[in-house]
Each structure stands twice: as structure tokens, then as C-alpha cells.
């Protein structure tokens, strides 16, 4: 039999509407989980039992707010929450409690949602990491830095989970855990309340394990009406693209691709292929230009004041940011805007590209959180990706296939995704 | 006799680092300037003339930190400071201590800045006006949405004062109060610890009382190395842009661009004239779903809590945010899209355009902070502009003249401006 821990929270919302289920019940189902789990898996940075279920009581005793009315949502722990600590992973922020909700929480609130606790991040969402475990196996990396978001939600100790990426955040540590991860167009989702890392990279997104659970939170994050995801009139027509950075996929994450590839070819998608130009690899060097300026200036506060308290990995970040000069970060900008006009052209006349969503499996060991060159690309190019978790490594561990949209058609990336899964086995060990 | 306050932040600068000057010299005489005029202009949020002076102290004991030792600067209270309150104009916010500098405050303190206190924002840096009064005349609004840092600058309590524009936040004030305003290209100032009002428009600026403290400050903002303003090799090549707006500025307004205009004509520089296309006035519209959409959600928290605490003017932007379809909003952004890249093209071979910065003298009364449309169409185009003190209007108030830049050619727009303000007189009233 099912537990309640286990359902989708598409299923949980429509339960909870209809009276067939409590949110308190709900609840208390995920807090067994987290009890009986989280001695191994390490996903909460915060979370307390007793005001999860108090949330999930006031729920049940009002009328319904909204499309996530009762159901539990973990939430990334450098997203601002009024009534619970944001560390950040940092022991600058131990005793950190902001004023207000981030908009993004105070907005899933609105729609009914229970905020079920903190997840662990990495600090300061970048590299050094905190101390979850890939649920599928404690000895390996459930990848960063939304470690215990996705952690969380592959382990079934919440459904939903929201979580961040500057780099590869959510679609990596998703895919090392074997959910769903969606990162949207870049500005699309109100970062007002969540630390920012790199001003113009960092995009909210959405862990789930399935693409109708992603597609729930994401639109009542957006405030699109709830519904169900239209059907895709014909087959999707793809591209698989290939970068500088595909010689680096693993034989599994490149069979992971391939294997997909021919299941949807039988199902009447349409496949062409992208090479991208030699050129394209400065890509990769604009982005750690962004990335490491704009997060010397962000964490400028932190480094002047708490300077000991920063990692040795997140110290070389600043040093290496205050080191780039004004003109290069323009000029990285300005590569950035040149292939996003590229993508814009080549992405023409395609519903979703299609790529490798890691190099390969969580690699064994806690000390970083992977590879981030697969997921990085999509992030500065502002473009909405999705990993799903289509396929298992040559060690059994998950591997996710990332499918990248449009710019601004999230929508259609979510159709498209909703019609790959449609027909796909449950692919992950869950 | 010059009195201290009324020296510029360049000179004073020099002075501290060369010994002729103490930083508490320096902000004694602000404090005696405030405390002389603060009852009719009510340009300060909150300062403590015994923090100030002892930062002060503590620069004069230390080592120079770098290009802005010892000077002291205003900050508009919707900036974090760890030391003082931050209120954003808003009751919600009465008792509201940030836990951290923002970004911009950390990076102006480590170039030796003392923070002398936070000016009066209109509420969350919209539309709903604090108490501030033009120094010019009490009578009259000193513009807004950074009214107390424009206030204060221009009457000589300060040298320098941050603020922030989403619509004409930075420009208008600095218009309406005879000073300098900038505001940079979009993304340059890191705005990490700056409550958001509209994330894809929000932009961090200077106001300052010369084109030579205003660089100064950005320069320290962005890490460029402090040196003197490059000569112009030549005159520069200027096009008079005239937008849907024109027609509504003031006959004194125009008279204040054309006269500049004949002045600089007669020191060599060349005028073409660029007439916007009549579709670009969807860009007004287009800034306005912009703005309300993303307000709405930046202020998701403060509207689901404290929605008694919210003015009538900014609940109507809220309610009308939450009214536009997520479709809208990707339109508007196509729309500003399609503007960036139109001027992109039509102000090539131009070292700035010219133009209005307001249109027309400060209004009377304090109830507006007066119209913003000749300042929000260049803050959608993420381009950086700046306003000169060059006339006075039929009253006899002051008008700026607008200068604008290429977007990222914000060191050349400045250079411009240092070449227009060469061989002024002092236009303003001061």
C-alpha cells in the first residue's frame, strides 16, 4: 500500500480539497519519514515538528487558499522564512532569523501551501558542501547546492521542495537523487528574500518527482491558473545538442540520452541534431567571470566582517571575483548575450533541445557536489531546463536526461517533458 | 568662505588623504548643516550624530581604506545597513535592524566611506511620498522615490548620497534639487541587501553635487581604480532623442535642453536628432506591467501580513500587478526587448543622447513626487543616464538636463558629462 508520504502532491492537493485527506495527516506522515530517515540522509537544515503540524492544522481548518492548500513544501535554507532560521549554510547566519517570508514563500503560503522546514545547502549556495547523503546510497553526493531539497524529496520526506541555481543547483543534485528538477527562465520568479550568489544567474526552481508536481508549484508560483498540462497536439520535434562539454559525458549518461532518444523516436518524435561551434566553449569562462564578480560583491559584507568564517573553496570564489577586472566581466556579459542571440536562432522551429543533464552519476563522497558543466551552460544562457529521471548509471544510481526550452516558454518545456513521461517506466530505484 | 560642508567629496577626499582634513571635521560641519536645516527639509530616515562622528574618528585613526576615506555618504532607507535601521518608508518596517550591510553599503565602507545616516525613501521606493521638502523651496516636492538623498546633497549635509530608480527614482529628485544624478547601466551595482521593488528595473545610484563625485563613487562601487576623468579626445557627437514624451515637456524644460544644446554646439560638439518611431510608446506601458507585476510580488509577504500597513497608492499598483497575466508580463518584456535593441542600433556612432530629464520644474506641493515619464522609458532600456544641473526653469527652480549612455558605456557617458559640465557656470541656485 501506498503511504501518505509517498503520494504526489497533485494527488495530495486534490485529496486535501476534497476532504479525503487531512493535511495534518499528511504532514505527520512526511515527519515519520524525516524521523526514520534523516539520522542517514542529513536534509534539514531546520525543521520542527511541532509548527509543521500546527501549519498543517490551520490548513485543515480554513477554507481552501489556493492549489497547494495543505500540502508540505521544503524549502531551501538561503530562502528567507519569517518564522523559521536561513543560514545559508554559513556560520555567519547560525543565529539568523529574517523579518519577513521570501516572496517565493509568502506566495506558495498564499496558494495553501505548509512550509515543512529548511533544507540543507550548500554555503552561501555554492561549492562547499553541507552534510546530506544521496539518498540511494549515503557514501555518495546527492550533488549541490540544493543537496537537501532534493535529497528531501527523492527520499519522499516531502513532495515538493524549492531550491536555487547559479550554476547547476537543481538540476544536478535532482538528477544525482533521481527527481524531478526544473529551473525556469531566468527572472521569471521573484527572488526578492532568497540570498543572492550571482545576481544575474540566479534562478529559483522547483524538485519534485514528477513533472505535473513540478508544474503545480511552478505555476502557482507564477500565478498561472492550476490546471491540467495541455496534450501536446503532435510529437515533439528535438534537438540534441552537443557541446564543448559532451566528450566529458560518461558512457551511462551518454547511453541515458541515446536510450531516450530511440524510446521517443518510437513514440513519433522527431530528432535533429545541434553541434555548437568551437566558440561556444567561452561560454564556460563568461559564466565563472559572472559567477565569481558578482558573488565577491554579494557576500562583500560577509568577507569584510566575518572573513574566518567563510570556506577556503568560497574564499578563492571572492579572491578570484575582486581580482576580475570591470572590462572582463562586461565583456563576459557581453559573451553571454551573444549566445543567447545564437540559441535564440538555432533553438527556432524545436520544441526542447535534449542533453546530457550530468557527466554521470553522483560521484562517491561527501567533500563536493559534482560536476557542474552540464547544467551550468543552460543557467547563463537564462534559458528554463528540466531534468527527468530517466535512466540508471552502470552503479544503479539515478541519471536524468535534461531537456532545455525557450526562453520564456517554460510552458511549452513543461508540455513537452509531461509527454516524454507520459509513457516512461518509473525509472528511478524508487 | 567655503564653508566644510560644502566642499565636494573629491576635494575632500584629497584632503583627508593628504592630512590637511579630518573625516570628523569633515562630518561635524554635515551634522551642524543638518542639524541647522533638517527641521524644513526632513531629509533623514534616521542619523546619530554620535555613531557618525565616532566612524569618523575611527577613519582619521586608520589607515587610508581607499578612495573614499573619511567621506561621509547618505543612504536611502530602502538600503541595508547592520549598524542603522532600514524602514523603506513603510510603518511595516518601523522597528526593522537588518542583520547586514547591503553590498553597496559593505563596498563604499571598505573604500573608507563613513555612513552618515539613511534618507527618506517614498514608501518601498514607490510612489506614496515621505516628509521631505526641496531645499529650493519648502513649498515644492524635492522629487522621489530617493527624495532625502537628492534633499540632502543638494542642501550640503552630505556630499554624497546613494539611491535607487525602478522608474525615475534616481534622475527626478536630482533634477528637481539642482544636483547630479546617475544611475548606471542595469546589473553593474551589485544590489544584494537593496529591497526590490521591480527586479528586471531596479537600479542603484549616486546623486552627488558634481560629475567628478558622482564618478568617484560609482568607480568605488564597481572597483574601478580611482583616477581622474579621461579627456575627451574630441567634442562629443550628441543626438537629441525625442520620444512620445516631448511633446508633454514644459517650455522651460525644452528651453533647458536647447540652450545646452547651442552652448555645446558653440564649444564644437555635433548634434544630430533621433525621432522615435510612434510604437515606441509601448514601452511606457510596457515599464508599467513591468513594474506592478513584479511589485506585486516583491511585496507578496508585506501584502498577505500587514495589508493595513500599505498605502491606498502602492495596494493599487499591488492589486493591478496581481491583475496582468503572466503572458502580459513575457510580453512587456519582449516589448522593453525589442526597445533595447532598436536604440542599440540608432545610438551607434553617438557618444550619448540628449534629452529632458524632467518635464518641467518641481511641482508645487507634497503630495507627488512628480511625473516620471521622462526618466522611466532609459531605466526599461537598462541604459545608464545621468542629469546635469544646467538650468533653471520659469520659477526659478532647478532643471536638469538628461544625458544617456550606451548600455556598459557608463564610464564613456561619464566622460561626457565631465566634458559638458567643463565650462558651465554653476546653474544651479546654490
Given at each position: 500500500m501506498t503511504k501518505l508520504h509517498q503520494i504526489s502532491a497533485t494527488r495530495a492537493a486534490r485529496m486535501i480539497a476534497s476532504g479525503e485527506l487531512s493535511s495534518e495527516a499528511l504532514v505527520r506522515s512526511c515527519l515519520e519519514r524525516i524521523a526514520a530517515r534523516e539520522p542517514v540522509v542529513k536534509a534539514w537544515a531546520h525543521f520542527d515538528a511541532d509548527s509543521a503540524l500546527a501549519a498543517a492544522r490551520a490548513c485543515d481548518a480554513a477554507k481552501p487558499k489556493g492549489p497547494l492548500h495543505g500540502v508540505p513544501v521544503a524549502v531551501k535554507d538561503v530562502?528567507?522564512?519569517?518564522?523559521?532560521?536561513?543560514?545559508?549554510?554559513?556560520?555567519i547566519y547560525e543565529d539568523h532569523r529574517p523579518a519577513t517570508?521570501?516572496?517565493?514563500?509568502?506566495?506558495?503560503?498564499?496558494?495553501?501551501?505548509?512550509?515543512?522546514?529548511?533544507?540543507?545547502?550548500a554555503e552561501f549556495a555554492g561549492i562547499a558542501p553541507g552534510a546530506t547523503t544521496n539518498p540511494h546510497d549515503p557514501a555518495r553526493t546527492p550533488g549541490g547546492s540544493s543537496s537537501g531539497s532534493a535529497a528531501a524529496v527523492a527520499d519522499f520526506m516531502a513532495p515538493l521542495a524549492l531550491g536555487t541555481q547559479t550554476g547547476g543547483s537543481v538540476i544536478r543534485p535532482a538528477s544525482f537523487c533521481g527527481v524531478v528538477g526544473f529551473k525556469p527562465s531566468f527572472g521569471l520568479v521573484s527572488r526578492v528574500g532568497v540570498k543572492f550568489c550571482a545576481e544575474s544567474l540566479d534562478t529559483i526552481g522547483v524538485i519534485a518527482r514528477s513533472v505535473a508536481d513540478a508544474r503545480l508549484t511552478?505555476?502557482?508560483?507564477?500565478?498561472l491558473p492550476h490546471s491540467l498540462a495541455p496534450d501536446l497536439r503532435d510529437p515533439p520535434r528535438f534537438a540534441l545538442v552537443k557541446t564543448h562539454h559532451w566528450p566529458k559525458a560518461s558512457a551511462d549518461s551518454v547511453a541515458a540520452v541515446e536510450n531516450a532518444i530511440a524510446r521517443m523516436q518510437a513514440r513519433g518524435a522527431v530528432f535533429d541534431e545541434i553541434v555548437a561551434p568551437p566558440e561556444f566553449s567561452e561560454l564556460s569562462r563568461a559564466r565563472t567571470v559572472i559567477n565569481d564578480y558578482e558573488r565577491a560583491r554579494a557576500?562583500?559584507?560577509?568577507?569584510?566582517?566575518?572573513?574566518?568564517?567563510?570556506?577556503?573553496?568560497?574564499?578563492?570564489?571572492i579572491?578570484?571575483?575582486w581580482s576580475i577586472s570591470f572590462e572582463a566581466y562586461l565583456q563576459a556579459q557581453r559573451t553571454a548575450e551573444h549566445w543567447r542571440a545564437w540559441l535564440d536562432i538555432h533553438a527556432q522551429g524545436y520544441d526542447a533541445l535534449i542533453g546530457a543533464a550530468v557527466n554521470g552519476e553522483a560521484p562517491p563522497g561527501?567533500?563536493?557536489?559534482?560536476?557542474?558543466?552540464?547544467?551550468?551552460?543552460?543557467?547563463?544562457?537564462?534559458?528554463?531546463?528540466?531534468?527527468?529521471?530517466?535512466?540508471?548509471?552502470?552503479?544503479?544510481?539515478p541519471l536524468g536526461v535534461q531537456l532545455i526550452g525557450k526562453r520564456f516558454h517554460d510552458e511549452r518545456l513543461l508540455a513537452v517533458a509531461s509527454w516524454v513521461m507520459r509513457d516512461e517506466p518509473a525509472a528511478s530505484r524508487q
Open positions: 530562502i528567507d522564512t519569517c518564522d523559521m532560521p536561513t543560514r545559508m549554510g554559513s556560520p517570508d521570501a516572496a517565493c514563500v509568502a506566495i506558495l503560503r498564499a496558494a495553501g501551501a505548509v512550509i515543512l522546514g529548511k533544507t540543507v545547502t511552478w505555476r502557482a508560483l507564477v500565478g557576500l562583500a559584507w560577509e568577507k569584510s566582517e566575518h572573513p574566518a568564517k567563510i570556506s577556503a573553496a568560497m574564499t578563492r570564489v579572491d578570484n571575483g561527501l567533500t563536493t557536489t559534482g560536476d557542474t558543466s552540464f547544467q551550468e551552460i543552460w543557467t547563463v544562457l537564462h534559458v528554463p531546463t528540466i531534468t527527468l529521471p530517466l535512466s540508471l548509471g552502470a552503479s544503479g544510481m
